[in-house]
């Protein structure tokens, strides 16, 4: 029964890496992946209220809004950083630059 036992595991070790090296376990290059295009809606927002301020060395977007404010922020960062975007089209959040004067959101209403 041992005898049995070990020559079907080495027949199935036998098969799998015939299979590995064959097929192989990884996807080909030659898998054609396919993009469902969603279109995008957003939400109508009304007149953003916004401050212009520039950026001083060592301030980021989060730093600038709650300086302005006071306080802490009543929105979460991702909604910041949509408001900042929209604010200024094709700038990124991450991108700002020292120097540069930029419109930010006014959550202070």
Known sequence: MKKLF???FAALVIYIIYFDL???TLPSSSVKHVSINTPVTEKPKAAMPFFDAKVKPGETL???VEHHLGKSL?????DII???QAL???ISAEKIKIGKTYRFPDYSK
């Open 74 to 78: 009543p929105v979460s960062i991702n």
């Open 62 to 64: 989060i730093t600038i």
């Open 6 to 8: 070990g020559v079907l």
């Open 82 to 84: 949509e408001d900042f």
């Open 88 to 90: 200024n089209p094709g």
């Open 22 to 24: 064959t097929v192989g």
